[in-house]
């Protein structure tokens, strides 16, 4: 999920935000420091030295800005489903491909922890939220559906896709709750509980 950080110094001392990942790391300091509703476009943009037109080429609007570059990833998502080999069981499949999605580098993860608080905690994100998992189901879904010989949008490709998102979700709940625990190690252990019906 890491871009990279390319930046100039501008006046007062602040840096310039040159890529996604470098004015989406200020964008959330500052929804740190004031809060996410009391943030505007135009605070995040004046504190990077860009115009607020400059922002809409790195993000569509705030609420985009704590799900970073998540299109592209779920592009890398659909072709590490693609890649799983036939033999594989299915649910083995999605479990392999959704713990490898959530793996991020070391130095990363304290801003995944911080991207994953403000998706599940604050108020304004979570109709703009339900959009992005949406999507996210729809990638689960296309596999499980190609995979079964369904269309993506019938019943078993989209319970299995709606039961996967709430795992993970579950996960993340619990790694935000808990530091010392690792995220993967939640996700690989609830998703096995889910292909054995949690006996």
Excluded at 128 to 136: F, I, M, N, Q
Aim: net charge negative.
């Amino acid at each position: 999920m890491a871009e990279s950080s390319n930046v100039a110094v501008r006046r007062g001392g602040r840096r310039r935000s040159t890529s996604r990942a470098a004015l989406e790391h200020l964008a959330f300091e500052l929804f740190d420091e004031r809060g996410f509703e009391d943030t505007t476009i135009e605070d995040i943009a004046a504190a990077a030295g860009i115009g607020r037109r400059t922002f809409f080429r790195y993000f569509p609007s705030k609420n985009d800005v704590p799900w970073g570059s998540f299109d592209e990833q779920l592009d890398v998502m659909r072709a590490r489903f693609a890649a799983c080999p036939a033999e594989m069981p299915l649910l083995d499949a999605v479990r392999e491909v959704v713990v490898d999605f959530n793996r991020v580098d070391q130095a990363e993860v304290p801003w995944l922890r911080r991207r994953m608080r403000f998706i599940l905690t604050v108020p304004a994100l979570q109709a703009h939220s339900t959009l992005r998992y949406a999507d996210w189901r729809l990638v689960v879904a296309e596999f499980v559906g190609e995979r079964l010989g369904e269309p993506a949008d019938a019943l078993r490709p989209q319970a299995i896709a709606h039961a996967t998102l709430g795992v993970a979700i579950a996960a993340y709940q619990q790694w935000l709750a808990d530091p010392t625990v690792e995220l993967t190690q939640l996700l690989d252990t609830a998703l096995r509980a889910l292909s054995t019906g949690f006996a």
